[in-house]
DNA sequence: TGTTAGCACTCAAATCGGTAGAGTGCTAAC
DNA sequence: GTTAGCACTCTACCGATTTGAGTGCTAACA
């Protein structure tokens, strides 16, 4: 495909039909172009303008005699375009989300929703990826006469809980002993560090309450696989809803449907995938744009993602993304994304 | 309203007019019944019953020269006559929730998500809730130079975590010494209990760190009211987008707002409405089921609502619900309900 | 050579009329 | 009390026609 350089005026062009269909989602005819620049060319030149916009892939006829749309390439050249300005326009979201919102899961919930409500569109979010869970501490707490309660910390200061049944109480001392024994073998290690080698060592020291070892070790597995596992929250689902582009013939039903399954969700932030989008995207900074068919996932064939990273701490990061129609505000998304990401920055840092 | 017992025929033929309808979900008419039941009537006969049904407000003609469908009422009827006939069909269900899943959290959106897939329609499942939560104990423990770790332990077993800032390490003596302070003092309180007084004994004996107590305190407020907010989980919304009488007008839009934004869906669960639920419904058991009207939220006028209480422990219930259009199959889903709770039941005895 | 006016042409969407079919209500006969 | 028959009603559907927005092309103009 020719990368050809649009001279100014089919720039002009291009970029006043995509405005307009980006407010009116119809068809933009050559006349309304006429009145609607400044360049006060005649609908008739708009219309060789146009044939040759369409003729080198920028702009779809949905029909004969249908104005023009953007082509998939089109949205990109504008996107891109767009990218390379300044956007800034801070507001107040660091309000709501500064209130302590303990749990990073809720942080993260209310950033979705948040994003939504401002948007308009549906957003995601997904739980910060570590590479792999390395254990901190544990420690052994006796809960009444049948459990054990196992409190396991993680590097990225995530404490876990676990409840272990128990055949009988623990003395304080023993528990004491127990937890020293743990800490001092299992410190730091991930779940591949711990094999069977150290698992004996383990048992060794424990002595008669070996047995209980085999539930801990349970539990932390349990733990740090939990914690592996990335979580993707959704918000603002049934804003598709409202563009008619969408919620036509069952798309919107396997677009919610998506939405609410959330697995498939994970392609999006997949690693290979993330690498991939930086030649394919171009983007600058942090904000990734899938239009149409760029993105991965069947059922957003029509739509357009806009995503972008956040780092909680160094190489920890995790992904949010807005889902709307190809036809969304492109300017508006990615200055929010932007906002939103140096004040998740500076809260992030805060702690 | 006169609630005239109707003779047998005429139940006869509701029953056949509502069975079809739930099956084909259109109006049907006198020639449809005249054949499909084993009544041997003309369809002229059977209009005469079904003018007459009409009138005692039973049936509804969507429009002159249109069939008849159920009116609520009709639903009504039907659905309490049903629920006294035994229902029994016990499947698998339990294999799938007896995997362990160790937070009470992933049970609950396991739940509902295998009753949206089993009967296609949307489900709801809400926390338990206690009625108001006490600390069972409390413990401070050293996580790095400037955080410390609380655990809270709340009735009920649940374990919550705090982290709490801090301004410099604490001796591990110091620490043994605020737990046995703290727990002494606020063991089996709740919220209401925790008055400035009992505050005052503690920061007294806490002597120096008695600035760390407040944040403590913050803590433990928060765990308790974390815990006392009733959360729902959803599933299977879009399972509604099949229904063409709910998907039409803005109605499925709605509907699906208040599925994803779930704070109408506590109304569901109010006190107030459990109780007025039992003379309202008129249904035996567990089961309560609202058709139409009577479900107190705005957008689901158009749905039934069947919805179980489950109990977890000894006065801890929470609620479990399917949402679908008027003409579900209530057999089948009362049926479902019915061996959830059971095998819910001995889920939560095995603990 | 680039721009513009004019005109014929195209196509989706809206409008209109007519028809088919399902279903009812009523009456009269059994 | 039941049934057959018939006139009537209303929706859904089909097809033809119209409307209007928009294009492509050509010819004239600066």
Redesign the pocket.
């Known amino acids: 495909m020719d990368t050809d350089k649009l001279d100014s005026?089919k720039m002009a062009i291009l970029n006043a039909i995509i405005r307009n269909y980006l407010e009116t989602g119809?068809?933009?005819?050559?006349?309304?172009i006429s009145k609607f620049t400044d360049l006060?060319?005649?609908?008739?030149?708009?219309?060789?303008e146009?044939?040759d916009l369409?003729e080198l892939g920028y702009l779809v006829?949905?029909?004969?005699?249908?104005?023009?749309i953007p082509s998939d390439k089109g949205y990109r050249l504008y996107v891109d375009k767009m990218m390379e300005e300044k956007v800034e326009e801070v507001n107040n979201m660091k309000e709501v989300l500064d209130q302590k919102a303990d749990r990073i899961e809720n942080l993260l919930k209310k950033v979705a929703k948040l994003l939504a409500v401002n948007t308009n569109y549906a957003s995601m979010i997904t739980t910060p990826k570590y590479r792999s869970r390395k254990l901190k501490f544990i420690q052994l707490t006796n809960v009444d006469d049948t459990h054990l309660l196992a409190i396991i910390f993680l590097e990225g200061n995530i404490p876990k809980n676990k409840v272990i049944d128990a055949d009988h109480r623990y003395e304080e001392s023993v528990l004491l002993k127990l937890n020293i024994v743990l800490n001092s073998l299992l410190q730091d290690l991930d779940l591949e560090e711990i094999n069977m080698s150290i698992i004996q060592k383990i048992k060794e020291q424990a002595g008669e309450d070996s047995a209980l070892i085999g539930r801990v070790l349970d539990a932390i597995g349990e733990a740090i696989r939990e914690e592996d596992n990335i979580e993707v929250y959704t918000s603002g689902a049934t804003n598709i809803l409202n563009y008619p582009e969408l919620s036509s013939d069952d798309g919107a039903k396997r677009l919610l449907y998506t939405l609410e399954d959330k697995q498939e969700l994970a392609e999006l932030v997949d690693d290979k995938l993330t690498s991939e989008s930086g030649e394919r995207t171009g983007t600058k900074g942090d904000i990734q744009v899938y239009i149409g068919n760029e993105t991965p996932i069947d059922s957003m064939k029509n739509c357009s993602v806009v995503t972008a990273t956040y780092e909680i701490e160094e190489g920890v990061y995790g992904k949010v993304g807005i889902i709307g129609p190809k036809r969304m505000d492109y300017d508006k998304v990615v200055g929010t994304l932007k906002t939103l990401m140096t004040q998740l920055d500076e809260i992030f840092k805060k702690k």
């Not at 119809?26 to 309304?32: D, F, I, M, N």
């Not at 006829?61 to 023009?68: D, F, I, N, V, W």
């Open positions: 005026r119809e068809p933009v005819g050559s006349r309304t006060s060319l005649s609908s008739a030149t708009i219309r060789n146009m044939a369409e006829q949905p029909h004969t005699s249908a104005g023009r």
